[in-house]
């Protein structure tokens, strides 16, 4: 095991501003790694954690880790049972009042994400999470569509999950011990956010907060049999809409978002990044948007003689 910490802060005294924590689990992504750390260390925020759970990667993400000593981030390696069990790891590492979850492979998108967030948790007590927008990013960092997000619907995310993982962060105090259900391993996101709706308010950020990295190693590729039995099991607990009527409806739900999402195009090529991007011109975005299927779209993975190098 080796772990690695900058010192935590002190958040007695009186009305310090919220300490955020984001949650990292990470293995074997060394590639994507160097960009999530750069873009949680750029924000203008200052009181965050980092807390990076890598499961024993031997890829150079340890060397990434050692490099970067800077204040506030926290991280250890060591084999883990898996995505879920490191994302518990993490949260029981670390002592945020506000808790964002950002995988190894994405990034948040521009330097005031984080501040733009706690500022609707301070002056809105009431809500208890707080999402946004997203991008679909290839591996090579190429804009490849923008993620739009609805305000929030109790009936909307019992047909699909439009809450994408990273752009979102929650209040500590609604969940116990462990952030995730670990009996999940494909949909523990969209789990947390089908529990909290019981009782929570949602609020949307109307922003882009975060990318969402395509690649040819997601879940959605290599993991799509547990998915379906997740999803099943979610059907049950939450009365998830399944059937041919639902298939229909969240079909014609992915399409409308598509394009409304094009209303963030320029937002998308226009702001200020903290991660590494390739934006390639409102043209090529808007025909991806609106007119290719996300099967269609280049992952921008690296061959296999070049990955093993």
Request: hydrophobic letters at 40%.
């Amino acid at each position: 095991m080796i772990r690695g910490s900058g010192p935590m802060r002190d958040r007695r005294g009186p009305g310090p501003p919220p300490l955020v924590s984001v949650l990292t689990p990470s293995f074997g992504q060394a590639r994507w790694l160097e960009d999530n750390l750069r873009s949680v260390e750029a924000q203008t925020y200052a009181s965050i954690e980092h807390v990076v759970m890598d499961g024993g990667s031997t890829d150079g993400s340890v060397r990434i880790l050692e490099s970067r000593s800077r204040n506030g981030l926290i991280w250890t390696s060591e084999p883990d049972r898996g995505q879920s069990d490191a994302i518990n790891r993490a949260f029981a590492r670390s002592s945020g009042e506000i808790i964002g979850w950002l995988n190894s492979d994405d990034a948040y998108f521009g330097p005031t994400v984080v501040e733009e967030v706690v500022r609707i948790f301070e002056t809105e007590p009431e809500v208890g999470v707080v999402y946004g927008h997203a991008l679909l990013v290839n591996a090579e960092g190429l804009v490849l569509q923008v993620l739009w997000a609805p305000p929030f619907s109790r009936t909307l995310l019992r047909l699909h999950d439009f809450i994408v993982q990273p752009a979102a962060f929650i209040r500590r105090e609604l969940v116990g011990d462990n952030l995730v259900d670990e009996s999940f391993d494909y949909t523990m996101d969209y789990e947390l956010w089908l529990r909290l709706a019981r009782g929570q308010r949602f609020r949307r950020l109307d922003r882009i907060l975060a990318i969402d990295r395509h690649h040819a190693a997601r879940k959605s590729y290599t993991m799509w049999e547990v998915g379906r039995s997740d999803l099943a099991r979610l059907e049950r607990r939450y009365g998830v809409a399944h059937g041919p009527i639902a298939t229909v409806a969240r079909k014609t739900w992915k399409i409308a978002s598509r394009l409304i999402g094009v209303t963030l195009i320029s937002a998308a090529l226009d702001e200020p990044v903290v991660f590494v991007a390739v934006r390639d011109g409102r043209i090529r975005l808007l025909l991806r948007q609106v007119a290719t299927l996300r099967a269609s779209m280049a992952t921008g993975d690296l061959p296999p003689e070049a990955a093993s190098g």
